[in-house]
T-cell receptor, first 113, second 112 residues
């Protein structure tokens, strides 16, 4: 079984500041990793994914994440946030070769002027 | 544009009155999922279909059923909704194993 821990339930940050949203996972098998964003009353939108290859993954809206196998982490970063980045962010893990995902509890990113 | 469509976006039902939520996709994906998401919580997988093969999560209540009559459509039936079933219900699709999931906008269910 897999599990995902998002250490911060809320991250407040000022506009144009850098941000890091933390995600740690545990699994006994190799995994695929994903970050999704959810705006109020909407579905989840894929930001980026790690399946294999380069451990630094670039996604949409200027986000990137780095897969660290030894630390079992997949932290999400953005060098300069905008007000429009205010949303809930979910980290998810899926065992390689399977169809289902396990989601973390989410981190609410609050960007203020 | 290829997409995942959920209807209705908002559904109000009465306690104990059966309700059906629908999901359709134009992506021609093999896998379709139903998630329940309560306020400020992670999406919780209820079940998924890999083609016609139905996969029920162990802790999904019997009150929840699903149908997939064809590749494009999938339905979530709640036989006797309780107040605790009020939530956002998300449908998602995926090409197959190891691929990302594409989510619909969700249906917010209110139980009165």
């Amino acid at each position: 079984a897999q599990s995902v821990t998002q250490l911060d339930s809320q991250v407040p940050v000022f506009e144009e500041a850098p941000v890091e949203l933390r995600c740690n996972y545990s699994s006994s098998v190799s995994v695929y990793l994903f970050w999704y964003v959810q705006y109020p009353n909407q579905g989840l939108q894929l930001l980026l994914k790690y399946l294999s290859g380069s451990t630094l993954v670039k996604g949409i809206n200027g986000f990137e994440a780095e897969f660290n196998k030894s630390q079992t982490s997949f932290h999400l970063r953005k060098p300069s946030v905008h007000i429009s980045d205010t949303a809930e962010y979910f980290c998810a893990v899926g065992p390689s070769g399977y169809s289902t995902l396990t989601f973390g509890k989410g981190t609410m990113l609050l960007v203020s002027p | 544009d290829a997409m995942v469509i959920q209807n209705p976006r908002y559904q109000v039902t009465q306690f104990g009155k059966p309700v059906t939520l629908s999901c359709s996709q134009t992506l021609n994906h093999n896998v379709m999922y139903w998630y329940q998401q309560k306020s400020s919580q992670a999406p919780k997988l209820l079940f998924h279909y890999y083609d016609k093969d139905f996969n029920n999560e162990a802790d999904t209540p019997d009150n929840f059923q699903s149908r997939r009559p064809n590749t494009s459509f999938c339905f979530l039936d709640i036989r006797s909704p309780g107040l605790g079933d009020a939530a956002m219900y998300l449908c998602a699709t995926s090409i197959g194993q190891g691929y990302e999931q594409y989510f619909g906008p969700g249906t917010r269910l209110t139980v009165t």
